[in-house]
């Protein structure tokens, strides 16, 4: 880059102050712009108030060489994103031909009129002079400019799904033009240890280094180690890391699942395919969140048979023929009955793998096990292997599924690398 940018990013939006949304957007972003080798330094939330909205443009423009909008961007008398950031900029809006074609074929090819009402309109005019980011996924598009004073702004639309996939697609080969110097990252993707863990064997390493640099991040039930070279080329740039990223497999060995994959489930899609295998699922606690995970995946048909979510003893005895009194000797929560999951989806649907997960996701326990007591199973032509975890009960059901899943990929993952299935943290 030409400097060291800074960014704040401001989220817009009422509904985040009051929790009725969650701002996946700021934490999506910055995730993102450390790719890019460009520090963060402030999340700012404000609600739907031009005056509050304008008090913390002020504020940000003082301490920000980037602010980055989100949210606001939209039809209704709440979306004043737009024009507070204009006017705080002493810029003029106009209405963008291109966006407002755009915008009329989108609303008339799916069945609305053909009359373009006033408030759609508004999400076609655009700052002045600005460079335009069309929106692929929704309605209103985003855009950047640079004011006199040499802040950057960036607005995006607040729905996740437009903001991530557009910062992605526009807003990164934007801030890329701005410099003389390629930056490029990898993610190391890591489960089984923490990042206060992983901080604390390369912390010496991290602070020491400055081009390139490594930085932890947490994800929810996993971590990543973020590796970033600024260079003259591409290929300089991955020179340079290339023994960075070395080191680290070295220091982590097979806890790592992936470089550059979203998730452990995209690490496992990647293995079945080069395996050439298949799985099948059957599900208690997790209530088919593992078969929507993986199905979410493009391609997930030619590798998951299918699976059954069993969720009451009931639907475990009917649907999958555990024994009753196993269930009543053992409780539903247990080594036992995991394991017969695990085996019995397997042989059902003729799978090369089944897996099988059942647990206490809270808020409350069964009387024996404490809530976040969870069983996963992997069942195979070599065996079957089962593992007790206890999550903790003072996380969220949302958390201890989510986690129990993280679990479950994994132990696949490490049985198509050939690797110790059950690898105590």
Known sequence: MKKAYNVEILSVGTEILLGHTTNTDARDISLMLSELGINVKYHTVVGDNPQRLADCIEIARKRADIIISTGGLGPTCDDLTKQILAKS???????????KACLYDYLTNRGYSKEMTENNLKQAMLPVGCTVFHNDWGTAPGCAFTGDDGTIVIMLPGPPKECNAMFRACVMPYLRSLSDEQIVSHAIHVFGMSESAMDQIFRDEMNAMTNPTMAPYAKEGDCLLQVTAKAESVEKAEEMM???IEHVKDVLGDIIFGIDVDTVEDSVMRLLKEKKMTFAAAESCTGGELAKRFTDIPGASEFFLGGV?????????????????????KTAVSYEVAKQMAERVRALLGADMGIGVTGLAGPDGDGVHEVGTVFVSLATKDGTYVRELHVGDRRTRSYVRRVSGNYIFDMMRRYLQGLEVIKEN
């Open 89 to 99: 900029f002493g810029l003029e809006l106009e209405m963008h031909e291109d966006e």
């Open 242 to 244: 290339k023994p960075v």
């Open 309 to 329: 979510t069993t969720y009451t003893n009931e639907a475990k005895i009917k649907l999958l023929g555990i024994a009753p009194k196993l269930i009543e000797e």
